[in-house]
């Protein structure tokens, strides 16, 4: 399932959509908070809409700060605002990725009535665990496991100053429609309908020194949460280069890995070394910007199925019919259909 991220940075407009529900639930009109974030109300009608993390995260603080709850009133427990920067402070004075997450944990757990963070640190895998410890609504443990996932997440990596690879997620929930995100959220091995929701990461991270300090961290949190809302990026990173090299070029002029690397000046075992530990590869960027392209071409009626197979590089139509319903899970003709009204065909 290729990672839908494009434009690149981008958020999907069903957590917008979930993140006003929290008002909702509270009987509070959401025009106000849309129109303090800068969100036209039409943009939740369009299923491909996507935002900024500086919108999302301006809509978060807004929802936050008239809840005072900064898990959106997800939990019996409100997350009173503040609670994230005490977790930065609390998890920062530590030496490693090992005693911040116990600290971490410890808090998280403290702090929220329904849901205890739990870790198993043994062994060459270690794992985060989000245990529910009551009968949740389905939505809403989806939301809040899916939100407290990018904040600790966001920040561990902020605090290593690199991303943590996520090797095996696991959802105590049903895959929900919006799911192909998870691929760019969480990474490639995701499996739901589990017994909890557990995050399996390498052992070896938990040793990784902790970089920040309190003057950076006052800068993170000035930038909070729009800065952790998408996977840990560096504008020096390969995977940047590589995802700036696919945006400039055609599919059918895009090199083959030993091009690229030399392209890039890497040794190709180096470059592709590199992309693994940015959580990302070759093949992963190419799918993402794909499909990118699909949702794309596809709201131009005047682009046959067949063209947009072929202008995306794929050799046979049924090939890119497979790959269309893996990222929108429905045909290229279905797809049109349904959205024949936003493309203008009335």
């Known amino acids: 399932m290729p990672r839908p991220t494009e434009p ?6 069903a957590f917008v959509r979930q993140a006003l529900q929290a008002l909702a639930r509270r009987g509070m009109d959401p025009a106000l908070a849309l129109a303090k974030s800068g ?12 935002v900024g993390p500086e919108v999302f995260g301006s ?13 959106f009133g997800l939990d019996s427990r409100p997350m009173r605002v503040g609670s994230f920067a005490t977790l930065c402070h609390l998890m920062l004075h530590t030496p490693d990725l090992r005693t ?18 739990e870790l198993d640190l043994e062994g060459p895998e270690a794992r985060m665990r ?4 009551g009968e949740r609504p389905l939505p809403a443990r989806v939301f809040a496991h899916e939100t407290l996932f990018v904040m600790l997440h966001g920040l561990i990596c902020w605090l290593l100053r690199r991303r943590i690879v996520i090797h095996d997620a696991g959802f105590s929930y049903p895959p929900p429609e919006w799911h ?4 760019l959220i969480v990474g ?13 990461f390498g052992a070896s991270d938990l040793d990784a020194p902790v970089v920040q300090t309190e003057a950076t961290a006052r800068e993170f949190l000035k930038g909070a949460p729009h800065n952790f809302l998408l996977k840990y990026k560096d504008p020096q990173s390969v995977s940047f280069r590589v995802r700036r090299l696919l945006r400039e070029l055609p599919p059918e002029q895009w090199p083959d890995f030993e091009q690229l690397a030399r392209q890039l000046r890497r040794h190709p ?7 693994e530990e940015e959580g990302s590869s070759y093949r992963m960027e190419k799918s993402a910007r794909r499909r990118d392209l699909a949702l794309e071409y596809m709201a131009s009626p005047e682009r046959s199925v067949l063209e947009v197979a072929h202008a995306l590089g794929f050799a046979e139509p049924s090939a890119f019919h497979r790959a269309f319903r893996q990222w929108t899970g429905m045909s290229p003709g279905e797809y049109r259909k349904v959205n024949s009204s936003r493309f203008g065909d009335d």
């Open 59 to 71: 809509l978060w603080l807004t929802i936050a700060d008239l809840l005072d709850d900064e898990l």
């Open 39 to 50: 969100l036209a109300p039409d943009v939740l009608s369009d299923d491909r809409a996507r």
């Open 188 to 200: 490639e091995s995701l499996h739901f309908g589990q017994a909890e929701t557990c995050f399996t």
């Open 8 to 13: 690149r940075g981008t958020i999907a407009v």
């Open 130 to 133: 989000f245990v529910e410890l």
């Open 100 to 117: 911040a997450l116990v600290r971490g944990a410890r808090l998280v757990s403290l702090l929220l009535a329904d849901l205890r963070v």
């Open 269 to 275: 075992t180096t470059l592709r070394r590199r992309l």
């Open 180 to 183: 192909p995100e998870y691929l």
